[in-house]
């Protein structure tokens, strides 16, 4: 059974509460790791622990959720062995599985709606690296994560 880290501000809040019920509906195990209230929040602060969690092993991935998704990607994306992929529709969700290998998926709360939130947990959840010359591509990114540079 698939295993997922999920988290949120404050500004993503009910979004998440969704997008756990259905993960579980599918038959998902799913980790949530707050925020945890309505009260505003730092998503730097669950960025942190979900990517900490995923960087970790032990999960098929993380799905974290603030008003854009854009600053909780950029902060899961320091986290060492993160490729958290910011999108808004289900063709990026897929792409960053399939060409990528982007192990969190972020979206915005105040950018989309919940259908369209589903549609891009499935499309990512439901699609395996495609390796070859994206394993490649995918190996200099952690060369630049490593190095600063190729
Ligand atoms: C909170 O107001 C908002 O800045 C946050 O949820 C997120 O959109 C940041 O990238």
Redesign the pocket.
């Given at each position: 059974m698939k295993k997922y880290a999920i988290g949120s501000?404050?500004?993503?809040y009910e979004m998440r509460l969704s997008i756990k019920a259905y993960l579980e509906s599918r038959g998902f195990s799913v980790d949530d790791f707050g925020t945890f209230d309505r009260e505003?929040s730092n998503?730097p602060e669950i960025a942190d622990v979900v990517a900490n969690k995923v960087a970790g092993g032990g999960y098929d991935g993380g799905i974290l959720i603030?008003?854009?998704?854009?600053?909780?990607s950029?902060a899961a994306n320091k986290v060492r062995g993160i490729r958290a992929a910011c999108v808004s529709e289900p063709y990026s969700a897929k792409m960053s599985k399939e060409h990528n290998d982007a192990n969190i998926i972020c979206f915005?709360?105040?950018v989309i709606g919940i259908e369209t939130a589903k549609m891009i947990v499935d499309a990512w959840a439901d699609s395996e690296f495609a390796g070859g010359r994206h394993k490649t591509r995918v190996d200099m990114i952690t060369k630049l994560e490593k190095d600063g540079h190729l």
């Open positions: 501000d404050h500004a993503g505003k998503y603030c008003g854009t998704g854009v600053g909780m950029l915005g709360a105040r």
